[in-house]
């Protein structure tokens, strides 16, 4: 393990969204964090319902260029999860996608019909388009907004909010559906709930809109002493202090401190040493998982395609954002061509 693996240089501008959008999809997107805000954070007829203790990532979908809420650009989706229902006899597939919000958006149910209509849709088309829907089933599809914000907002939203007035007798007609909400402004610090890393993420999150994350940040890695300190504990230690340091402007020193204290040994030392120079902007494990990303990304090309042209090279290099990075290691095994996959890119 040498320092250089650590380095990773931080640029807004490059991101999709709000530093606090970024840190949600990356956090929420953990199967683990994501079972436990479906369990104790929203209604339970979900956990009744539906399998959270395999929940599992969903591949990439990538549902091409479209003129649809995001514009001429490609739409995907931020962190969606594959389930089942607990009774077998079904068999129905769950699927469920999720997006984060930092602050109030009317056009949230809007955005999330489009996603949940296009990932149906694709179904279907990969099926065959069968006419009938015996033999063929569409996941359920689920809506999950995670909401942590400055503003109040609203526990529940309805697809028919975003209309102003509808006529009692034309309400029927209507297309109507209800999000479900998980509003973290809702929860207490002294009892939150869920696994000691999902409850690290969910303070972390609202004292930052709190303006209370610095004076408390030891406290919330302190949740990460009473679990093994694996690799995936590793890389959320270093996500809430990377966030802290861009969100509370905690100095790096402090930040360096902190961090030692939860992570011991010769990982601590390491890190300890790549924060104080400086290059801990983006985060330790950010950085590893990144250049992990993208090397997976590049293999499967090569693999694929023999030889790999500069300019898709270079725009992968390029790329900062991990979740997306992710999701073109996907992409980059389904797809038919490199001019399709290099469209993703755009």
Known sequence: MTEDKFTFKFSPQNRRGSIHDYFGRVTFGDPLIASDLLRFYTEPVIAEYVDLDNLQAAPAQFFGPTHLVTGPKEVKLDVPYIAHLHDKEWKSEVLIIAEHKSSPSQAIPLQLAVQAILS?????????????????????????????????????????????????????FVLQFRLIVINLRRFSYDNLPGRPETQAVVETMKRAFDETLAEHLPG????????????????????????????????????????????????????????????FSEGVALGLARGKAEGKVLAILEVR????????????RSMVDLVALQSLAEHAKTCKSLDEFAEALR
């Open 120 to 172: 149906l849709y694709k179904r279907w088309t990969d099926a065959g388009r069968p006419a009938s829907f015996r033999n063929f089933r569409l996941p359920i599809t689920l809506m999950v907004l995670v909401y942590c914000g400055a503003e109040d907002w609203v526990d529940e939203i309805r697809f028919q909010d975003i209309y102003p007035f509808i006529p009692e007798p034309l309400r029927q």
């Open 305 to 316: 395609f023999n030889k790999i042209p500069k300019r898709i090279e270079k725009s992968i």
């Open 220 to 279: 919330v890695l302190s949740r990460f002493e009473a679990v093994p300190l694996d690799d995936r504990i590793l890389d959320l230690t270093t996500t809430i202090a990377w966030y802290g340091s861009c969100v509370a402007d905690i100095e790096q020193e402090r930040i360096a401190e902190l961090v030692t204290n939860v992570i011991k040994g010769k990982k601590g030392v390491i890190m300890s040493k790549t924060i104080r120079r400086g290059v």
